[in-house]
């Protein structure tokens, strides 16, 4: 009875999908999640951004009932994981790194199956296992047998699985880990069109471009723990926003646009570096307004650019920023694109 | 058991959505058979994908039956007082109860393979009975020991095997060995659910199968065995199952073997099974 007063007209009025209080989980003297708290408003992106071994991976097998919890409580679409799993599953999609469809069938034979599984009828499960490879373009291998799949249409073949109950939360465990840039772009793709129709996301990742991509906030774990919350813009802001990267037509005039940038003194830019080896200079921006007066700065006085790019920040410059501390992966875990 | 009741401190948030009828989380028996149905032909189509899958059970009981007819059946046969023909009577009944176990092996490796690929996550996070996953490995493997045990039977009737006792007798071991067959099942799936690798699983199911295949009265009467091996083989169950076998095919006592083998079947079955669903849900 008091759950039907609380019944929300508006799925989208900012009601939690997910709510984790204190979460804890031990793997022997590991504590794989230390006191994890987090929630995940409906219809919002929640992006987990953390390095290996945070505890992401940990986190989403709690919240999709594969694994118990040793303390803390936590709630999906007002299901307890612990208390009411088999209510809970009706509810959520997981994709992980690791694509859970049987390698052995065709892909369409994997659809059917988990609409069958789902209680679809068959004319439903098979008209539904049609629909949903057109989506995700693979009408054509849906045939073949998901082992020779290449690992962009696995994944999408993954997101494809997940989506066949139209699950109210869907978990997104390092969707493109692993995948080149190209693909990575495809699986991206489908989730702002997931987003788009509705869903509630949790998204755990390793690349703060993916994050900002995709989440509409940022929770960032380490080691069991969350270090740091907030959008994606406060926690950008906090750790200094993205970089512009400039390349002078001429790399004798490095040193002459930094000390033009320095002492122009434009609102909000803190300084300038220049790097003669590579022949670029790095400029701290916090916003679209500080990149196009500092462009606008080198045109006025003069300089011409070779090449002109943005970066955001690394995750490692994220935990330096958060914590004071290198994170122990983060460094090889930047896309090349992104720290190039 | 109302979901309010259950959780007095979550807050049903997130309830905006329509939820399914069923949402009290019980699965009805209609919809469980159909999951299993579904997952079945899942396994089914693995195999119409993966033919050389069938090879076990599909040259296991030719190779068998013929190795042990033309390699012991002369001397065996001749020892109990016929030739080859008494000894491969007294063959198929033990190789049906025997290639029963051979084939339930299967299933532990098979059920360790699912588990070291995503396609179990899967599974075990949809809205259906953990143990529907294992009941279709079983019903599938139950169907393998099926057209093993047909091959075999063609076998021996194309060599001569006469039946001494009615079709009824027949299909009562048949039925006998697969129940047996299936609640030998529940002990490897555990067995897979334990051990790291397939391999091991294989490994470790070989050397416990071996002693007992063959320590037992599947391929020669125990009579001229050691005092010691006679007390083993008395208690081992796949003697009584191939005793209860060989009793309904061609005749003999048949009461007490039938029984004990029964006694077992449920006994392993009411152990196993109970062990085996629940490491399965709680393996992570």
Same mark, same amino acid.
């Given at each position: ?6 019944? %929300? ?68 679409? @007002? ?58 373009? *693979? ?7 998901? =082992?020779?799949?290449?690992? @962009?249409?696995? +994944? ?6 997940? =989506? ?37 996301? *949790? ?5 703060? !471009? !993916? ?51 320095? !002492? ?12 003669? %080896?590579?022949? *670029?200079?790095? $400029? ?6 500080? *990149? ?8 006025? +006085? ?39 | ?69 033309? $390699? ?13 023909? !008494? ?38 996070? /949809? ?17 393998? =020991? ?14 001569? /095997? ?22 030998? /099942? ?28 063959? @320590? ?32 309904? /095919? ?35």
């Amino acid at each position: 009875m008091v759950r039907m007063t609380r019944i %929300d007209k508006n799925p989208r009025s900012g009601a939690n999908a997910v709510e984790v209080r204190g979460l804890v989980k031990h793997y022997g003297s590991t504590k794989a999640l230390d006191g994890v708290d987090l929630d995940v408003r409906e219809g919002t992106v929640l992006g987990v951004l953390g390095p290996n071994g945070a505890g992401k991976t940990t986190l989403v097998r709690c919240l999709s009932t594969l694994i118990v919890p040793d303390a803390g409580h936590a709630t999906v679409a @007002g299901y307890d994981v612990v208390k009411q799993p088999r209510q809970l599953r009706r509810t959520i999609g997981l994709t992980g790194q690791y694509a859970s469809v049987d390698e052995k069938l065709s892909g369409w034979e994997n659809l059917y199956m988990i609409g069958r599984l789902l209680d679809l009828p068959r004319k439903t499960a098979r008209a539904r296992a049609d629909e949903l490879l057109e989506r995700f373009s *693979l009408t054509e291998a849906a045939r073949k047998a998901a =082992m020779d799949y290449s690992g @962009g249409m696995r +994944r999408r073949l993954d997101l494809a699985a997940s =989506m066949i109950g139209s699950p109210a939360v869907l978990y997104l465990d390092e969707p493109t880990t692993g995948l080149d840039p190209r693909t990575r772009n495809e699986v991206w793709d489908e989730v702002q069109r997931m987003v788009a129709e509705g869903a509630t996301v *949790l998204l755990t990742t390793q690349y703060m !471009e !993916e994050a900002e991509q995709l989440a509409n906030e940022l929770t960032v774990i380490d080691k069991g723990k969350i270090i740091a919350r907030g959008g994606v813009d406060e926690l950008k802001a906090k750790v200094g926003g993205r970089t512009l990267q400039l390349r002078p037509s001429d790399p004798a005039q490095l040193a002459a646009m930094a000390q033009a940038i320095r !002492e122009a003194g434009l609102d909000g830019v803190a300084g300038a570096q220049a790097v003669p %080896d590579e022949g *670029l200079l790095y $400029v701290p921006i916090l916003s679209d307004e500080q *990149l196009t007066s500092v462009i606008g700065l080198l045109g006025t +006085r003069g300089f011409p650019l070779a090449h002109v790019a943005t970066a955001l920040p690394s995750l490692d410059e994220v935990f330096l920023a958060i914590t004071g501390e290198k994170s122990a992966s983060a460094t090889d875990t930047i896309p090349e694109e992104v720290a190039a | 058991m109302s979901t309010a009741t259950l959780t007095p401190t979550s807050t049903p948030t997130g309830s905006g959505r329509a939820k399914p009828v069923h949402d009290e989380g019980r699965i009805g028996l209609r919809n469980n058979l159909r999951h299993i149905g579904a997952l079945v032909r899942r396994n089914l189509l693995q195999i119409k994908k993966d033919p050389e899958s069938m090879f076990d059970a599909l040259l296991m009981p030719i190779i068998f039956t013929l190795l042990f007819v033309y $390699v012991f059946g002369g001397s065996v046969g001749g020892s109990m007082g016929g030739g080859r023909q !008494e000894y491969l009577n007294y063959l198929i009944p033990g190789l049906m109860a025997m290639m029963g176990m051979n084939i339930a092996m299967a299933v532990g490796s098979g059920v360790n393979d699912d588990f070291r690929k995503g396609v179990m996550d899967r599974f075990r996070t /949809m809205p259906i009975a953990r143990s529907s996953v294992l009941i279709a490995k079983i019903v599938v493997e139950l169907g393998r =020991m099926m057209v093993a045990t047909l091959i075999l039977l063609a076998m021996g009737f194309a060599l001569g /095997m006469e039946l001494q006792e009615s079709v009824l007798g027949l299909l009562g071991a048949i039925a006998l060995s697969a129940a047996f067959g299936a609640a030998i /099942m529940w002990i490897f799936i555990l067995l897979g659910l334990t051990m790291k690798t397939a391999q091991a699983v294989q490994g470790m199911g070989m050397l416990v199968l071996m002693p007992l295949q063959f @320590g037992s009265s599947i391929f020669a009467p125990t009579k001229t065995m050691p005092g010691w091996l006679q007390t083993f083989t008395d208690y081992n169950p796949l003697s009584n199952l191939a005793d209860a076998a060989r009793a309904l /095919m061609m005749g003999g006592p048949l009461a007490h073997s039938v029984l004990v083998t029964l006694g077992w079947t449920v006994v392993i079955t009411a152990v196993m099974a109970p062990l085996a669903v629940s490491k399965f849900r709680k393996k992570s």
